[in-house]
C-alpha cells in the first residue's frame, strides 16, 4: 500500500504541475515549492533556539489553530514556532503572520523531502490541525522520537480509517503520540481499533470565534456607512454560484428593507459578475465602494478577502455558504455573534451545524421556498430570535476551552 501511496502522491505532483500554465492555485502550488527545502534550510540556519512545528492545511486550520499557536507562543517564548501550509489558499494570506518565527509551504511527502525538512527544522514537538495525515512526514517523526500529536480532530465511520482495506490508514494514525478530538463519538471509533492514545479535547474554533468576537472591532468605515440607517443586515459569508437560486427570491424579497453583505468564498471576476448580474442595480463591489454614496446600494459585495470574520457584528442574520455542495463553510464565526443560521442541505458532516440545527438555532434548507420561510418567520417574531440568540451564544461559549485543555497536556509530550 505504501508503494501505491508513493506513486498518487508523485502523480499528484505531476498533474499540478501540469495545470500549472492554467490554473492560478496550481500554479502558485508548484511555484511555492521550487527550491523549499533549500529555502527552509537558508532560513533556519543554525538558530539554536528549540522549536515547535505547527502544520494547518488551509487558511480554514489555521484558524482552527491560531488560538493554540498563540497560547503556546506566551507559554514559551523563548521557543521558535514553524508553520507550514499545505494549500495557497493558507500561505498566501498568513505567510507574513507575525505569530510565527519560520512559515512555508509543506514539502510533498515523500521519504527524502521528510527526512530534509526534519533535519533543517529539528523540531521538539510536531502539532497537526484537525487533519492530513501524512504518513512520510509522521513515520520519519516518529522514528527520530519526535512526539507528534493532531488537536480539533474528528472522525466519522464513513473515513477510510474504519474500512476493512484502511489498515495503511491506520498504521498512520498509530504514528501519532496523541490524538486529541473534538467529540467523544471519535475517542470510541479510535479506541475500538485499538489506539488508545486518544481523548477528548474539544474543537479550538471556538476559542478563535470567541476572542474574535470579543476583540475590538476593526475600523471598517465603509461597511459603516452602508450599514448607517439601522436597517437589518443579512451576512452572506463564503457563498457559492449554487447558493444563488435559494438566495435570490429572498433577497428580492426584502431588498427595501434589508441590506446585505455578501463574501464569495473564491474571488474571482466570474463569481463577483454572477452576483452583480442576479441583483442588477443593487450591487456594490467593497473596492469601488464610497462611504459617502454607498448607502445607495443594497448589496455590498466584498472582492477582497479577510475581512468575513469581522462582518458578521454587523449582522442580524447569516447565510453560510457551501452547503448546496460539496459541504458548509465555517458557520461559527456567525455563531459567535448570535445570528440565526440559514444554509443548504450538505451539512452533516459538521457536528457545530448538526448541534445547532437541533437546537434550533441554525436552519438549513433545500430551496428558495424554505429559506424564504425560515427567514421570514424569524423576520416577524423578534422574540423568538432573541431566544435563539441566547441559545447561540451560551452553545458557542459553554463549547470554548479546547486550548485550554491541550496546553495543560503538552509539556508531558515534548522531546526533551
Excluded at 123 to 152: C, D, G, Q, T
Aim: glycine share 6%; with cysteine.
Amino acid at each position: 500500500m505504501l508503494f501505491l501511496y508513493n506513486i498518487a502522491l508523485g502523480l499528484y505532483g505531476l498533474l499540478l504541475r501540469l495545470l500549472a500554465p492554467f490554473v492560478p492555485k496550481a500554479a502558485a502550488w508548484v511555484a511555492g515549492r521550487r527550491g523549499l527545502l533549500a529555502h527552509v534550510r537558508r532560513t533556519i540556519g543554525s538558530d539554536p533556539s528549540p522549536r515547535v512545528w505547527f502544520h494547518c492545511a488551509s487558511l480554514g486550520e489555521f484558524e482552527q489553530g491560531r488560538p493554540l499557536l498563540e497560547a503556546y507562543r506566551r507559554a514559551h517564548p523563548s521557543t521558535k514556532l514553524v508553520l507550514t501550509f499545505f494549500s495557497p489558499s493558507g500561505y498566501q494570506i498568513r505567510h507574513n503572520w507575525p505569530g510565527a518565527d519560520f512559515i512555508f509551504y509543506l514539502p510533498l511527502d515523500t521519504r527524502s523531502n521528510a527526512k530534509a525538512f526534519l533535519d533543517a527544522v529539528q523540531p521538539r514537538l510536531v502539532v497537526f490541525v484537525k487533519y492530513e495525515f501524512w504518513y512520510h512526514f509522521l513515520n520519519e517523526a516518529h522514528l527520530r522520537s519526535i512526539p507528534a500529536v493532531v488537536v480539533s480532530a474528528i472522525f466519522r465511520p464513513d473515513q477510510i480509517f474504519f474500512k476493512p482495506w484502511g489498515g495503511f490508514f491506520r498504521e498512520i494514525l498509530t504514528r501519532f503520540a496523541h490524538i486529541f478530538t473534538q467529540n467523544e463519538a471519535s475517542v470510541n471509533l479510535l479506541r475500538d481499533l485499538g489506539i488508545k492514545q486518544v481523548s477528548v479535547a474539544g474543537d479550538t474554533r471556538f476559542d478563535t470565534v470567541v476572542a474574535t468576537a470579543a476583540a475590538p472591532p476593526r475600523s471598517l468605515p465603509t461597511v459603516d456607512a452602508f450599514v448607517a440607517d439601522g436597517a437589518p443586515v443579512l451576512v452572506v459569508g463564503s457563498s457559492w454560484p449554487e447558493d444563488l437560486p435559494a438566495l435570490a427570491p429572498l433577497i428580492r424579497r426584502y431588498q427595501h428593507e434589508l441590506r446585505v453583505l455578501v463574501a464569495p468564498h473564491e474571488i474571482n471576476e466570474s463569481n463577483l459578475r454572477l452576483v452583480e448580474s442576479t441583483f442588477p442595480g443593487l450591487v456594490q463591489r467593497y473596492s469601488r465602494a464610497d462611504a459617502a454614496t454607498v448607502a445607495q446600494s443594497r448589496i455590498l459585495l466584498f472582492d477582497n478577502i479577510g475581512l468575513l470574520s469581522q462582518l458578521y457584528r454587523f449582522g442580524k442574520y447569516a447565510y453560510i455558504g457551501g452547503a448546496f455542495g460539496k459541504g458548509l463553510h465555517n458557520t461559527l464565526e456567525a455563531a459567535a455573534f448570535g445570528l440565526p443560521l440559514f444554509f443548504g442541505p450538505t451539512y452533516g458532516k459538521f457536528q457545530e451545524a448538526v448541534e445547532l440545527t437541533a437546537l434550533k438555532c441554525a436552519f438549513p434548507v433545500h430551496n428558495a421556498e424554505e429559506l424564504e420561510a425560515a427567514f421570514t418567520y424569524l423576520w416577524h417574531h423578534e422574540e423568538a430570535r432573541l431566544r435563539l440568540q441566547d441559545s447561540m451564544l451560551d452553545y458557542v461559549h459553554g463549547q470554548a476551552g479546547a486550548t485550554r485543555t491541550i496546553m495543560a497536556a503538552l509539556p508531558g509530550l515534548h522531546r526533551s
